[in-house]
């Protein structure tokens, strides 16, 4: 199967009429808002200074029926379980809620489960477990949209199950006190693609705004909603939704929350993934945080990073902060490992299958949707990767825009005992005895709605520039777009026909690319990452697409391109996209 070649696609330039209506903002500004569909004056302004207003919460499907039964168990003294999600975003909408509840009083308690000994979502034993501890309602975050079975059997305990997710919901409800998605189809909330710690703040905020109304106790509430959005920004960004509409928002005010290192756990974080208090970003978030919040999970457990964030103690913060930090040390060695692994598999039984399907007991249960990434990354094809159990196997499944994933798996539902998910990724546990029959007809269903289609990644070009256009006054401009991420992506720029000199290999394997642009008159430094492959190939001129970005190094702080793809000028056979 050989290696993707991307595509090429340059946005038509925005009207003069569109740039001269939103002056004074800068042309390149206003043309990548322009893409983004941001073609409104107010839109344009509200954009700009953090993103859309933010939706009552109230107005999620069955809030209200949700707010009364915790208030009631409140009042009661009922224990409460916030039953969560073993990545960052149901780690950080745990504790999001778990320091909600007890601010209002509540007797309110953790439950994760271990991703290997039980595996994503909610499960019958530990529903008994909880039961028989005395938990009378359970929270789900970030889960439970599609637990019908797990949820009757909460049901047959006397638990009473309030849902809070953002996943993709099935065809039937689950039967809880209350179900609370924003992608529910009977929805009118304005926003559907909250994180699920979003839908747990919806959730906090309703419930503080309530109690504001009608105290359920006398205790004092040293808790407000601004205390909360560190956790939102955090899990928002670590879960790869997108950042426009009211996620924007959420983020951009728990940026700020975030750089006042009110959070003990995130300056610990901060400091043993080098990022500079007041320089946290999305993308910091996106590279360094979120990827050591994972790695409990995925290697330990998710409790560790769990107490990380909860905890008022600074050095029992340093200490999490640092068995977390080992943890992203030793899992980015496994992903490398079984990412080779995953890859020879995955080849030596495609058999011509858009759909790459790699299967094996050595596959730890953490890793297999980070090999499942690299490998879309990789081919650009759907990938499945499966951790094959005792008696049942877990898999993690990631996809590409021409394929909607949990949908094909939707379709394999008889054959699963859990699964859930969005289009592009999907988790599944499945019967060993049904491994087989579900590799094949996934790969039917993708060989029936890929075939014939031109499968490459699109580069989606912001603009074309000429060197000399580059500047630390565009890159203040830029800034204002951020906080970017999916959705909204770093702007990308296209420079045609420039010099490529100095041409050299870094990185300790040689496979990052250092060279200059020049246009004869402006020289910028760049660096493409993974593409050292050039070396001795590239000819004297070439085009290059890269994000402007600033490298700081020994106190110094200078623009360079980061470029995301370059190919020989001019060269014929650049699938170059319409857009």
Known sequence: MPLHLNCWQVAPPAPPSHVARLAPLHPIVVQVLYNRGITDQTEATAFLDGGSDEGNPFDLPEMSTAVTRLRQALRAGEPIAIYGDFDADGVTATVLLVQTLRALGGRTR??????????????????????????????????????????????????????TDHHSAGKQLPDAVAVIDPKRVDSHYPFSELAGVGVAYKLAQALLRSHRQSPVSEQEVR?????????????????????MGENRALVHRGLERINQMKRPGIEALCRQGRVKTGQVSAASIGYTLGPRINAAGRLAHAKLAYQLLAT?????????????????????????????????????????????FAADP??????????????????????????????????????????????????????????????????FTVPN?????????????????LTGVELAPTLSVDAELELSQISWDLRRELDKLEPCGYANPQPLFLSRNVQARDQRAVGNDGNHLKLKLSNGHVTWDSIAFRQGEWIGKLPDRVDAIYHLEVNEWNGRRQLQLNVQDIRPAGQAHIPLCAP
């Open 362 to 427: 050595g596959f730890p249960a953490g890793i297999v949707g980070l090999a499942a990434s690299r490998l879309v990354d990789e081919f650009y094809r759907p990938a499945i990767v499966v951790e094959v159990g005792d008696k049942t196997s877990r898999g993690s499944a990631r996809s590409i825009p021409e394929f909607n994933i949990i949908e094909a798996i939707d379709e394999c539902a008889a054959m699963l005992i859990h699964h859930g998910g969005h289009a592009a990724a999907a988790g």
């Open 312 to 356: 008022q103690y600074p050095a029992e913060a340093e200490r999490l902060a640092g068995e977390l930090d080992r943890l992203n040390r030793e899992r980015r060695q496994i992903t490398f490992q079984v990412q080779e692994r995953a890859r020879q598999a995955a080849l030596d039984t495609a058999d011509g299958s858009p759909l790459l």
């Open 110 to 163: 953790p439950y994760i489960p271990h991703r290997v000994d039980e595996g994503y979502g909610l499960h019958e034993e530990a529903l008994t477990g909880l039961a028989r501890d005395g938990v009378r309602v359970v929270v789900t975050v970030d889960c439970g949209i599609r637990a019908l079975p797990q949820i009757a059997h909460a049901n047959r305990l006397g638990l009473d199950v309030i849902v």
């Open 223 to 243: 808790l407000s909603e601004n205390d909360l959005i560190d956790l939102v920004a955090l899990g928002t960004i670590a879960d790869m939704v997108p950042l």
């Open 433 to 449: 005895e049904h491994l087989d029959e579900l590799a094949d007809k996934l790969r039917e269903l993708a060989a029936e709605q």
